[in-house]
């Protein structure tokens, strides 16, 4: 027999279970970015940067293009900080003993904070440095 013919609007909506799921998976995503934050004192440093880095843009009152500079920095720093928690717990998890590969699995992981964090640096420097040189003239 043929099926019953469905209304667009039916057809349009994502298969029964779909949109829970994607919700859930933003929670577990931003579960994971509150764990890490718990137990991370670089990511703490981070979160710490980002509330003065905002603060700045409010008090100079920087430009569009400057705050997508900024947001860009912020999001590059925060991101490699996280893949890098994540890489250690996974390293610690099936190489609780020492091994050279682990250490270069974490030696590497760092390495990309690092590079972040200096472009991070940059970006402030660039953005916010002629603020501060305008204040103190
Ligand atoms: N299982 C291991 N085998 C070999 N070297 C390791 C191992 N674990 C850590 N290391 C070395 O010690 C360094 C420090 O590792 P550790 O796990 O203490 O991270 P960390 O740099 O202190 O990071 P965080 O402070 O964010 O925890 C690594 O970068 C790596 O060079």
């Not at 710490?48 to 905002?54: H, N, R």
């Not at 925060?78 to 928690?85: F, K, R, S």
């Not at 972040?116 to 204040?135: K, N, R």
Request: hydrophobic share 55%; proline share 5%.
């Amino acid at each position: 027999m043929a099926e019953p013919a469905t209304p667009n609007s039916d057809r349009l909506r994502p298969p029964d279970g779909l949109l829970r799921r994607r919700v859930a998976s933003f929670g577990h995503a931003f579960r994971g970015v509150w764990a890490a934050l718990r137990s991370e004192v670089h990511l703490q440093f981070h979160a710490v940067a980002t509330v003065v880095a905002i603060g700045l843009g409010f008090y100079f009152g920087i430009s569009r293009l400057e705050w997508a500079l900024v947001a860009l920095a912020v999001a590059c720093v925060w991101a490699a900080e996280l893949v890098n928690t994540a890489i250690e717990a996974l390293t610690d998890l099936v190489s609780p003993g020492y091994h050279p590969l682990a250490g270069k699995a974490k030696d590497v992981a760092a390495g990309a904070v690092l590079l972040a964090a200096l472009g991070a640096l940059v970006v402030g420097a660039l953005v916010f440095g002629p603020y501060v040189l305008a204040i103190a003239e």
